[in-house]
């Protein structure tokens, strides 16, 4: 079965073969991060050496040229046991953002072994992520991908570390904050918070939409995909913690999409948006963080 996404966790009812068949055929975006940096909320700022001592914050570099054929990439289909999940889910960002200049080896400790590799670019998206934590050498980012599927693995938002000499760095533009029981969404920004929605319709209880901090992965137009209208996904890089696939697909991820029901615990775990507050959200750049409180 081709890998497609279908990956929104809440889908009209579509045929199978239609959804393979739409998405795979899907360009990825164009989508540019945009220059005006400002810092998220409890934002972490990025440590500097201390020019008099020479002290190097975090682990040692390590300049260690690795095969990256002999690895996983890392991306919204791969399931790796040793990446490790967010253990502050609600912690500090910082105001930067990651992109490989190359494929990048990934690490879950930075004194180990990588784990897999971040390409410079997929088809999918997922290679501009959100800087969590800034040492000298190494950067912790949150990432596709999961480290189990469920019922039996934990399908949490993933992080992991990349060499601060294999990436390249820019400003976060703005930042989404999303209060499922006060059913608000905030693009925050250097202007100020703009509230994007109201209302909107989140997971069911047995199906519900991940909380803690998460990305915009890849936003993209399906026309096949009737129930969006026309209007774009924009999917998120944290997936369901309770399906392991969504119609027979092979993941099941969170997005923030249009649809006609948009009130109440009533989807499969994605956030349903009136058109206005679709089409804004589709406006952000790859990487930039969303934040999604209870």
């Not at 909107?200 to 915009?216: E, M």
Request: proline share 10%; glycine share 8%; net charge negative.
């Amino acid at each position: 079965m081709s890998k497609a996404p279908w990956i929104v966790t809440a889908l009209a009812a579509l045929g199978g073969v239609a959804l393979v068949a739409a998405v795979a055929l899907a360009p990825p975006p164009n989508a540019e991060a945009a220059e005006a940096p400002v810092a998220p909320a409890a934002s972490a700022t990025a440590p500097a050496d201390d020019p008099a001592s020479g002290a190097v914050i975090g682990a040692p570099e390590n300049t260690t040229v690795y095969d990256v054929a002999t690895l996983t990439q890392i991306d919204v289909w791969s399931v790796t046991p040793a990446m490790p999940v967010d253990d502050d889910p609600f912690g500090a960002l910082t105001d930067e953002l990651a992109q490989p200049l190359g494929a990048a080896p990934i690490f879950a400790d930075p004194t180990g072994e990588p784990i897999g590799y971040l390409p410079r670019e997929a088809a999918y998206g997922g290679t501009t992520v959100p800087v969590i934590v800034h040492d000298t050498h190494w950067v912790k980012v949150m990432l596709a991908g999961r480290q189990g599927v469920p019922p039996n693995g934990n399908a949490a938002q993933t992080v992991g570390w990349l060499r601060v000499a294999d990436i390249e760095l820019r400003p976060v533009a703005e930042y989404v904050e999303v209060h499922l029981a006060a059913h608000t969404i905030d693009i925050i920004s250097g202007a100020g918070a703009e509230r994007v929605a109201d209302d909107f319709a989140w997971g069911k209880p047995s199906t519900p939409t991940p909380v803690g901090r998460t990305f915009v992965m890849w936003t993209t137009v399906v026309p096949e995909f009737a129930y969006t209208q026309g209007h774009a996904l924009t999917y998120l890089g944290v997936q369901s913690p309770a399906m392991a696939g969504f119609d027979g697909g092979e993941a099941a991820v969170t997005a923030f999409h249009y649809y006609k029901v948009r009130s109440g615990d009533v989807s499969f775990g994605c956030i349903y948006l009136d058109a206005a507050a679709t089409d804004r959200l589709a406006q952000l750049p790859p990487g930039t963080p969303v934040i999604i409180h209870p």
